[in-house]
T-cell receptor
Framework: DAKTTQPTSMDCAEGRAANLPCNHS???????VYWYRQIHSQGPQYIIHGLKNNETNEMASLIITEDRKSSTLILPHATLRDTAVYYC?????????????FGTGTRLTIIP | DAGITQSPRHKVTETGTPVTLRCHQT?????MYWYRQDPGHGLRLIHY???????DKGEVSDGYSVSRSKTEDFLLTLESATSSQTSVYFC?????????????FGAGSRLTVL
């Protein structure tokens, strides 16, 4: 799986958009970008994933650059409940064997 | 989390004692995983299962064994617990099948080995 690089920590004001970057310059053509988050002491939670087109769901938007070497997770109107560690993961969708490798992620703190 | 439960949620034990953590799912998913989480290391895969009686090692499997005799249960055993196995353990499940195949995690089991 391709390696990812994320900032260790970020702050964002409540109500503003939180933009979390991820660098994955060695991504392969069949690898997807996945985002999970982990709120303090809970299990990680899936947020969104994409291949090359921008994606949006009820939780967030995912913007992937045209060369696919980096992406940004956007939480459009951050709330205090979005304070968490966010993990960016890149891997090919092998059927079934989901041996995801989680790095240390970005610790996002939403400031009141 | 809906469909996946871990037990016990908290356990304190002494070095050298055996410990078994249980992961139970009601989703009938084929794939189950055990991760551990430690400060500065993120989540690391211990073992995973791709079906009843079918298991394989992850990146940090030493000192751990697993068993899966039923689809719904995946057990993680520490035969002789050591202090280095003090950690938070997460079970995860997935149904398999393509890019939309994502992990659902349990709430975690916090293990302290004294």
């Amino acid at each position: 799986d391709a390696k990812t690089t994320q900032p260790t920590s970020m702050d964002c004001a409540e109500g503003r958009a939180a933009n979390l970057p991820c660098n994955h310059s060695t991504i392969s053509g069949n690898e997807y970008v996945y985002w999970y988050r982990q709120i303090h002491s809970q299990g990680p939670q899936y947020i969104i994933h994409g291949l090359k087109n921008n994606e949006t769901n009820e939780m967030a938007s995912l913007i992937i650059t045209e060369d696919r070497k980096s992406s940004t997770l956007i939480l459009p109107h951050a709330t205090l409940r979005d304070t968490a560690v966010y993990y960016c993961i890149v891997r090919a969708p092998l059927f079934g064997n989901e041996k995801l490798t989680f790095g240390t992620g970005t610790r996002l703190t939403i400031i009141p | 989390d809906a469909g996946i439960t871990q037990s016990p949620r908290h356990k304190v034990t002494e070095t050298g004692t055996p410990v078994t953590l249980r992961c139970h799912q009601t989703e009938n998913h084929r794939y189950m995983y055990w991760y551990r989480q430690d400060p500065g290391h993120g989540l690391r895969l211990i073992h995973y299962s791709y079906g009843v009686k079918d298991t394989d090692k992850g990146e940090v499997s030493d000192g751990y064994s697993v068993s899966r005799s039923k689809t719904e249960d995946f057990l993680l055993t520490l035969e002789s617990a050591t202090s280095s196995q003090t950690s938070v353990y997460f079970c995860a499940i997935t149904s398999g099948g393509g890019a939309a195949n994502v992990l659902t995690f349990g709430a975690g089991s916090r293990l302290t080995v004294l």
